[in-house]
């Protein structure tokens, strides 16, 4: 059966959750932006949770392992200065709690303010509670490729380079301090859906010869993608799917400054979730940049974050 039309089913309840295994989740909200000129804080992840999530995941059939977790920081970091800085004490202190379940859940969900907390999220999974070290792959899942290094961007954001910076390619103080004293390899890290790119930064595209696939892969599960599935999860010990909300179709992201035409619905989205949360090795997604309160007044871009969520769960189910 076409993985779309199951999950599709699986929405209507014509697939029970309670026929699949138990899936142990974890819920870890990064509210840091990182951002310049605008409230340090975001809603977006609160946006999510306000939906419910605990109660949701029962229904798809998860658990909670522990209350949903807040970043914030601590007393002495919070005397610190400069946005990226601050940003970056928060991605450490979100890396250590990722890593306080990492060994024990089958799904650890990070809900982010954009896509700058990635890199504390690759940190926590990089390094064991116990100091050991895992090989991490990352799916980057965006309408853009945040391959921007300071010499190419056109606009200054930080939030254009998160992934050349977790590459260690610029700004490595930002990643040292956000907890990934070690940067990943090229080799592991996967683009999809990416279709907007600064011109400066295709070139770093063609002079990388980065892995993607693309959001025809998404909507077909094609081979391409079930192929760089493949070939990251025989390089790397674990798998970590990000997802910045405008790479979908901008119908489901109304309130998105930065939406792209020609994105995938959330629910071809979301079966291609579900497809690589098949892999043993895929075990943390996040979710970045949602539209949230005024931004979303009828809950659709909410709704297409929660149709991603619960993708993961059924491919953990899936396994077996």
Wanted: charged residues 20%.
């Amino acid at each position: 059966m076409n993985k779309s039309l199951i999950f599709c089913l699986a929405l209507l309840g014509v697939i029970s959750a309670a026929q699949a295994q138990t899936v142990r989740v974890d819920v870890i909200k990064q509210p840091y932006s990182g951002s310049r000129n605008v409230p340090e804080i975001s809603m977006n992840p609160d946006y999510i949770h306000a939906a419910g999530i605990e109660r949701l995941i029962g229904q798809w059939g998860g658990e909670l392992v522990r209350p949903v977790q807040d970043v914030r920081l601590f007393p002495e970091q919070d005397r610190q200065y400069g946005a990226w800085n601050r940003l970056a004490l928060a991605n450490s202190n979100f890396g250590a709690l990722a890593r306080e379940t990492a060994d024990e859940v089958d799904l650890l969900v990070g809900l982010g303010a954009n896509c700058n907390g990635l890199l504390g999220m690759l940190g926590g999974l990089k390094y064991a509670a116990n100091g050991s070290q895992r090989r991490v792959g990352l799916v980057f899942i965006d309408a853009h490729g945040d391959f921007n290094i300071p010499e190419t961007t056109l606009s200054g954001m930080l939030g254009g380079m998160p992934v050349a910076i977790a590459a260690g390619h610029a700004l490595h103080n930002i990643r040292t301090t956000s907890g990934l004293a070690d940067p990943l390899p090229m080799s592991h890290i996967v683009w999809g859906g990416v279709r907007d790119l600064d011109p400066l930064e295709k070139d770093r595209f063609s002079q990388y010869e980065v892995q993607q696939f693309s959001v025809a892969d998404i909507r077909s599960l094609s081979a391409n993608l079930r192929s760089k599935m493949d070939a990251l999860s025989e390089q790397v010990d674990v798998i970590y799917i990000h997802v910045d909300m405008d790479v979908l179709d901008p119908a489901e992201v109304p309130g998105h400054d930065l939406a792209v035409a020609d994105g995938p619905s959330s629910i071809d989205l979301a079966a291609a979730i579900g497809l690589m949360f098949e892999y043993p090795k895929t075990l943390a997604l996040g979710i970045a940049s949602t539209p949230a309160g005024p931004l979303d007044p009828q809950g659709v871009s909410r709704k297409a974050a929660l149709n991603l969520i619960e993708g993961a769960v059924q491919g953990i189910q899936a396994r077996q």
